[in-house]
């Protein structure tokens, strides 16, 4: 049996804290607002396992006013979210995820974000698709606002 998901996330932009995204740390002069380390595409990851698990939502799963999740390292979430979907007896197909940012440039630690989260979730590099996209100065990821993140995965059983 084959199962897909969809994940969404958004995030806005603020001072005074580090900007996370896949698992790394990227240098910019904002980071991203949250309950927990606010890595957008992290948690658009996790919605998409969780969905094709039938196993709901990042905030079902880990809610945003429970202090167990203040500003936690959401590779911790998304290791959990694994042991979730392994529970019910799937493994990860594949991940192909977008994240739209028309600053700061990613393009140049997509290969850092995709072994720092394939060795998370224990899976091959190459099942785990990461591109970077501007909205061309559109919207409020154009106008440097804030990103979002999108991901699609296919679970096996």
Request: hydrophobic share 40%; charged share 25%; net charge negative.
């Amino acid at each position: 049996m084959i199962r897909v998901g969809f994940g969404i996330d958004v995030h806005r932009f603020v001072e005074g804290r580090d900007l996370w995204i896949g698992g790394v740390k990227i240098p910019y002069e904002y980071g991203l607002a949250g309950h927990s380390d606010a890595d957008v595409l992290i948690h658009a990851i996790c919605d998409a396992l969780l969905g094709a698990a039938n196993l709901r939502d990042i905030g079902y799963q880990f809610p945003d006013n429970s202090n167990e999740f203040l500003n936690i390292d959401s590779k911790i979430l998304l290791h959990r979210t694994n042991e979730l979907i392994k529970e019910k007896g799937y493994r990860i197909g594949n991940i192909d995820a977008t994240v739209a940012a028309q600053a700061p440039k990613l393009n140049p630690h997509i290969p850092s974000m995709q072994q720092a989260m394939a060795q998370v979730l224990g899976i091959d590099a190459d099942a785990l698709s990461i591109k970077a996209t501007t909205t061309e100065k559109l919207g409020f990821e154009g106008r440097k606002e804030g990103i979002t993140a999108y991901a699609t995965v296919l679970l096996e059983k």
